[in-house]
Structures are given as C-alpha cells and as structure tokens.
C-alpha cells in the first residue's frame, strides 16, 4: 500500500489520548493543538506558552541543558495516565539565522543546529524510552521541511536539521518493527503555510536568501496554505496505514 494509504482504524476507537506538541504556541504548533481529532490530555512544550487548555512545559529547546525537562515530563505523566495512547509531535524549528554559512552570527547558527537537528533527535529518543515498556498505542510525528531535500542557499543549517531528522525518521522506523508494539514513527513536511515562519523568509534580504522572491509570490498569490488545514491533514496520518519510518510531504498525501 501507498505510504500514505487509506484510512484505517489506529485512533479512531481511543477514548483518551496523551498529547506532547513542541512550539504549540505559534503557527503550525497552535493550529495541530486547537485541530486534534479526538480527546486529549495536551503538553505544549514551548518557551512562551499561553496554548488554550494545555499544559505548559517552558522550555528553550536550542538549550540542551532544558531537554532533560521534557524527559522528565514525558516519564511523569506516563505514569499515571490511564489513557488509550500518547502521542509527540516534534514541531520546534527555527529559520534564523538567514544567511550564507560563514556569513552569518556563530551563536544563531549553533542555536539553529541545536534545535533543528540535535533536540529533534534527543527529544524523539527520549520519548521511546519513556513509552519502551508501555502497551498503549505510540505515535512519534516529526514534522520536516521540503527544505531537508532541497537545498536552498541561506538555510543550510535549516535544510540540513531537516534532512537529518528524516534520515533518524527512517532508521529508527526499522527499529520501532522490532518491538511489539511498537512506536510508529514518521517524518511529514507540511509546505509552504501562512505562519510567522514564511513571514520571516519573505522578510529576508535577497542577498542572505536569494529564494526570496519565490516566497513573496507564493504569498502573493494566495498558495499559502492555511494552517489549521495542513494540521488536520498531519492529524490523519494517525488513523491512516502508514508505514514506520515514512518520510512523507503533505502534497502526497490524500
């Protein structure tokens, strides 16, 4: 079957479910917290918080000194809930800084790669230990970039924290195959969505980001796609047959 197949009936009869959404308080995080499709306990990991009817754990995912946090958040309320499933979405990123590699602030670009690609990695790895031994449905969504299979000039620490997590995406959804059961793990780019993020391209100076303008007309255009519809797409990859370790694009996806 197609890698994004026909619908089956994974979430579908969930009574309870134990919701983790990194960056829920902005953009495509607020849209997947205010879109899910079934009763939940939701954790918005994120610096600012203010997500309606979550809770909050306040951390700044491009310091690794806060990832044992979430960990530890992951652990605790997993041992006490009673529900039918958990779930993590890993949707933290950042874009800046834009510019060339060399070109641009030391500290930015660290911060970049550590968020893009180090805690998207830790925090994932995290997550199947703290479910390693539990019998309720699992689910790890790793929310990607088409930018991890196209390189764009200006973004290399982004296209590469994005090419990185598929490539984990897919190493550890041969892994997951082994366990009974197991975590299904998946990696979803969503496109280009009408959020601060494609501001913040739009933004860009042509000559730290020469894709610029691609990004101004796709605004100017009206191709932006809203927010709340591609959560909702990504939503239904839960209740879909999906193979572990798939490395999809929300275009694909029917």
Not at 117 to 129: E, K, M, P, T
Not at 167 to 172: D, F, G, H, Y
Request: with cysteine.
């Amino acid at each position: 079957m197609d890698q994004a197949g026909a619908p089956g009936n994974a979430v579908g009869a969930f009574r309870r479910m134990l919701v983790w959404i990194s960056g829920a308080s902005a953009g495509l995080g607020a849209a997947l917290a205010a879109t899910i499709p079934f009763d939940a306990e939701l954790v918005d990991i994120s610096r600012r918080g203010g997500t309606p009817g979550t809770h909050h754990v306040a951390v700044d995912l491009a310091n690794p000194d806060m990832w044992p946090l979430v960990e530890e958040d992951f652990n605790r309320r997993l041992a006490t809930f009673d529900g039918d499933g958990v779930v993590f979405v890993h949707n933290a990123a950042t874009l800046t800084p834009l510019g060339p590699a060399g070109a641009v602030s030391t500290a930015e670009y660290t911060r970049n790669v550590l968020l893009n690609s180090a805690a998207a990695q830790v925090l994932g790895h995290a997550f199947l230990r703290a479910v390693a031994d539990s019998k309720l449905e699992q689910h790890l969504v790793m929310v990607s970039s088409g930018a991890g299979r196209r390189p764009h000039e200006g973004e290399s620490s982004y296209c590469a924290g994005k090419a990185a997590l598929d490539q984990w995406v897919r190493a550890v959804g041969l892994e997951q195959q082994r366990r009974n059961p197991g975590c299904r793990v998946i990696s979803v780019a969503p496109g280009a969505i009408d959020t601060d993020m494609q501001a913040e391209l739009r933004a860009a100076r042509a000559d730290m980001f020469p894709e610029v303008y691609r990004f101004r007309q796709l605004e100017a255009e009206g191709r932006l796609a809203k927010p709340e519809d591609v959560a909702r797409t990504i939503w239904s990859l839960l209740d879909r047959d999906v193979a572990n370790g798939a490395v999809l694009h929300v275009r694909d996806i029917t």
